[in-house]
């Protein structure tokens, strides 16, 4: 016969092994990260953590006592990793990328690094888990006292002790425990590789060992066939018919959004992942495990209510059914599997909870309090979390005890299971618009997770008290105050519906609504939207949203300083290095770039959780963490406003400047319309002055007799003289004019400029010496090619070369001609050392007529050469201009584009 | 996957899993019981297939197109 110090020593026992397990298994994935722990079975077997001692225990009392309804809270899950590709694929993805280390971290990581969020869902988590561990405490205490309870001497050590102070010491020692276990080290990723180790094999344990009872079961029992025909002998046919109502449809509901949201599934599932491709395998193995773990339940609740006496408790048909048999082996193996359920589930939702207590409520208390820079020691903040999740691991399993012993007295594991369900199921729709819906904002989700809590409490946790206090009672059967509307089984008159399902209803409801309402009518802030398309879009952009940290003061000191302090000095000194290798500087004298400081912020997460580590370094960092190219593609209101506002700027600019545009159109026109003008009365009068000579000689000549030949003579060469010289002014009036509008072309071909500099040169060489100039040559440059036409570019070498002659009033004119080849241009320099060109003269004297002040003393030209010269050397895709030369007067500067040099 | 998933949900959930809720037996087992275990295998093995030719993903975070 077993006794219950031999069962509990076997316990004692049993955690030893586990503990042995973690502790190599964490050595083993720190030497080796490819080994057999990495493997996408071990990953499955960690999830089936799902299957607590509910499902050990419970889920065959629910069987007895509902029928199949034990089997949804399956059936659920079965669903989720069905269609893992969906939901669970990018749960684990966004979390890799971000570091996210728990639901709160996920949700106020997505909402803008919320930490009221952070810790809204962290207490609602605290909260709504502690009647999930008193279930386990009540299991196991309950197993305990089932196994001391089959013999006379079963009670050994256990005798006085009644169920509260076993209680008291099972949590006792599973806090300690979970200390033990989970608390050694912070991970980075808050990833407990021994913990899972541990937890797989518990798995194993916990499957052979309901297997065992099962095919027992089914083997004393005469088969299947056997067991149901026994169970329909003795009435007892397994009520099917009302299984399907609303109850059915609730625990389902709310067992898919368990598998999700409880803290631990949400640890195993993704936080523990290391590899999105063991999804592939977990998507249906742990459907598979759940379903081998359930295929015995209902054989051996049908045959436990069948064969065990009146009033024994169906939770325990596993462990009492061998025991009735005679079978202690057996039943020592049972009360192993529903122990080891029982401690995995403490154990991982204990680790999960604390990793939430810690991030999201001490943390940042602690930075608050800036605790940190007084602590100069380097492993500062790491210790002060591991205490803090320490002292959360012995909160959160007070909690449980305090739940259990409360409610110590309410008959069945099941229920108390789903009133944390039902607390839990208040984030999935919050976690669904997180990575499905980019329009929720946290404000709404905020008071959806606030309402949804505040209505499981009324209609759900508050009833389970139902027993313990009569205010409760009389609150449950009249409302408060009297007001039968908010009784909180029958809100708002919602009568006779079950309580679970009439809870979860509201709860949910009103949370949808108030999340979807509460979105469409609030606008987030900017980094809201930003984390909203990085959670989103996670599989379109791979990216993280680049924020713009403005490093303002921070150095690289400051911030290794920082991170120093979390992640303790060596883990920090390996990243430093890392990215400054990465960079090719020096750690040292590394600068601390916005991607580097969002690098860093991603590895504080990882261990404070996102808010507090966002917070930690804004606070190092000063300047603005938005970044701009993320504010332009999401559409802020401001955004548009500005974006409106700046159109509005843009446009009125845009009319700015075509009306300056137009002013200006206008002043060219009428200072066109001006040079008209003057071009007509400039021809007018050039043509004037020869027509008046002309006129007034023949007229002259006219006079019959009056002059003698000789005169005669020399008015008519006169008259000859100025009429050569109007037909000369027309031709250049005309030319300039074919010139201007392009009619008179010629040919581009290749001619030697020099060439045509030197003839020029040598057709005003008489006009040179007759003025006593002293030519000067600077650089020549030799034959060189351009395209042009030579008559034409010697006529306007010819042309400045005579107006150099023909201004300089020098008493030693010189001229300096120079030529030469310079970036592919052919550049002559024509300078002389007369008088100049006075500088408001400068921009005119390529007009028509424009001779300069000196030039208006001498009528021998029209003034049109150089406008002539100058429209030559454009149609040659040169230049004429005005340049500073060697000597004192003018210098005029041509520039060709050459073909090539011979 | 999609349709695994709904209809694996639909076929769970009532009216009709009632359809299968009769009091039959097959081999002393009701059919209800029977249908929802056949169920459950189905998509159990209906999703381990599927997942097979779905592609990989080749990295922890490479790029893919959305599911």
């Not at chain 1, 309804?69 to 659920?76: A, D, K, S």
């Not at chain 1, 005469?222 to 609730?250: K, P, Q």
């Not at chain 2, 359809?19 to 209906?46: D, K, R, S």
Request: proline share 4%; hydrophobic share 50%; aromatic share 10%.
């Amino acid at each position: 016969m077993l006794s219950a110090d031999f069962v509990i020593a076997t316990a004692i026992a049993y955690v030893g092994l586990l503990f042995v397990l973690a502790y190599f298994g964490d050595r083993r994935a720190k030497a080796n990260k490819n080994s057999w722990l990495n493997s996408p079975a071990v990953y499955t077997l960690s999830i089936s953590v799902y299957c607590t001692s509910w499902t050990f225990y419970g889920a065959v009392g629910n069987a007895a006592r509902s029928g199949l309804e034990f089997l949804t809270i399956y059936l659920g899950p079965t669903l989720v990793f069905v269609g893992w590709y969906f939901l669970l694929r990018r749960l684990v993805r966004i979390s890799h990328l971000h570091r996210i280390t728990s639901l709160a971290d996920l949700l106020s990581s997505r909402f803008g690094k919320s930490s009221r969020l952070g810790v809204l869902v962290t207490c609602i988590a605290v909260v709504g888990i502690a009647p999930y561990i008193a279930l386990q405490l009540k299991a196991v205490t309950s197993s305990i006292q089932a196994v001391a309870g089959s013999s006379e001497f079963g009670q050994g050590s256990l005798k006085g002790i009644d169920d509260v102070g076993l209680a008291f010491g099972v949590a006792a020692g599973m806090a300690l425990f979970t200390i033990l276990f989970g608390t050694r080290h912070v991970d980075a990723k808050e990833q407990h590789h021994g913990v899972v180790a541990a937890i797989a094999f518990e798995a194993v344990v916990k499957l052979t060992a309901l297997v065992a009872v099962g095919v027992f079961v089914v083997f004393i029992g005469g088969g299947f066939e056997g067991i149901f025909r026994l169970a329909a002998e003795r009435g007892l046919a397994v009520d099917t018919a009302t299984s399907f109502d609303s109850r059915w449809l609730t625990t389902m509901g709310l067992s898919i959004a368990a598998i999700v949201c409880l803290p631990r599934q949400f640890q195993v599932t993704v936080v523990e992942n290391s590899n999105e491709n063991h999804l592939r395998v977990a998507g249906w193995a742990f459907p598979a495990y759940m379903m081998a773990m359930s295929i015995f339940i209902l054989p051996i609740a049908v045959y436990g209510l069948a064969v065990m006496p009146e009033g024994s408790n169906p939770d325990m048909f596993a462990l009492t059914l061998p025991l009735s048999q005679g079978q202690n082996g057996l039943a020592l193996f049972a009360f192993i599997g529903g122990f080891s359920s029982a401690t995995s589930m403490i154990i991982l939702e204990s680790i999960a909870l604390s990793i939430m207590v810690s991030n999201h409520i001490i943390m940042p208390m602690v930075l608050k309090l800036s605790a940190i820079r007084q602590n100069s020691d380097g492993q500062g903040v790491t210790r002060v979390l591991l205490i803090a999740r320490r002292v959360s691991i012995i909160l959160i399993l007070s909690l449980g005890f305090f739940y259990f012993f409360f409610t110590r007295d309410s008959d069945a594991l099941a229920p108390i299971g789903l009133i944390s369900f039902t607390a839990i199921a208040q984030f999935f729709p919050a976690l669904l618009a997180a990575i499905f819906w980019r329009d929720a904002s946290l404000k709404a989700v905020t008071a959806a997770i606030s309402a949804g809590f505040v209505v499981w409490a009324w209609s759900c946790f508050l009833p389970s008290f139902d027993s313990v206090s009569p205010a409760v009672s009389a609150l449950l059967d009249a409302g408060p105050w009297g007001i039968s509307w908010l009784r909180p089984e029958a809100m708002f008159g919602l009568e006779g519906w079950d309580p679970l399902a009439h809870a979860a209803f509201w709860s949910l409801s009103i949370n949808i609504v108030t999340l979807v309402i509460g979105s469409l009518i609030t606008s987030p802030s900017a980094l809201e939207r930003i984390q909203a398309t990085a959670f989103v879009d996670v599989f379109r952009h791979s990216g993280l949203p680049q924020r713009v940290f403005v490093p303002g003061s921070a150095t690289a000191n400051d911030l290794f300083f920082v991170a120093e302090r979390v992640l303790g000095e060596k883990r920090a000194a390996a990243l430093f290095e890392m990215v400054a290798r990465e960079r090719g500087v020096d750690p040292v004298m590394m600068e601390p770039t916005p991607e580097f400081v969002a690098h860093l912020e991603r590895e504080l997460a990882g261990s404070i959780g996102a808010a507090s580590a966002h917070v930690m370094l804004s606070k190092v960092v000063a300047g603005a963490d938005v970044s701009l190219e993320e504010m332009m593609q999401m559409a802020d209101e401001t955004q548009q406003a500005k974006e409106y506002s700046q159109r509005l700027e843009k446009t009125s600019e845009e009319l700015r400047l075509t009306a300056q545009k137009l002013e200006d159109a206008n002043a060219q026109l009428r200072e066109l319309d001006s040079q008209k003008d003057e071009f007509l009365s400039q021809v007018s009068h050039e043509v004037r002055t020869p027509m008046t000579s002309i006129r007034s000689f023949s007229e002259i000549l006219l006079e019959p007799d009056e002059l003698d030949e000789v005169q005669r003579h020399r008015f008519v060469s006169t008259i000859h003289h100025e009429s050569l010289r109007l037909t000369k002014l027309l031709d250049e009036i005309l030319d300039l004019s074919a010139l201007e509008r392009g009619e008179r072309s010629w040919e581009n071909v290749p001619v030697d400029a020099e060439e045509a500099l030197n003839r020029a040169l040598a057709v005003c060489d008489a006009l040179l010496r007759q003025k006593g100039f002293q030519v000067e040559f600077g650089e020549r440059s030799g034959t060189t090619m351009v395209e042009g036409d030579a008559d034409r570019l010697c006529q306007v070498f010819i042309n400045l070369i005579s107006n150099a002659v023909k201004y300089n009033d020098a008493p030693q004119p010189r001229l300096r001609v120079t030529s030469l080849v310079r970036s592919g241009n052919f550049v002559v320099d024509i300078a002389d050392n007369g008088p100049g060109i006075p500088k408001a003269e400068r921009t005119l004297i390529f007009e028509k007529f424009a001779r300069g002040l000196r030039g208006s003393v001498d009528q021998t030209g029209a003034g049109l050469g150089l406008a002539i010269s100058r429209q030559i050397v454009t149609r040659m895709n040169g230049t004429l201009e005005l340049a500073q030369g060697q000597l004192s007067g003018a210098c005029f500067r041509l520039r060709l584009p050459i073909l090539g040099q011979k | 996957m999609l349709v695994l998933t709904i209809g694996g949900g639909l076929l769970f959930f009532p009216p009709l899993v009632l359809l299968f809720n009769h009091e039959l037996t097959v081999f002393g087992v009701p059919q209800i019981v029977v249908y929802l275990f056949a169920i459950w295998v189905l998509l159990i093995i209906g999703t381990a297939l599927l997942t097979r030719r779905l592609p990989r993903d080749a990295t922890q975070d490479g790029t893919e197109g959305d599911g």
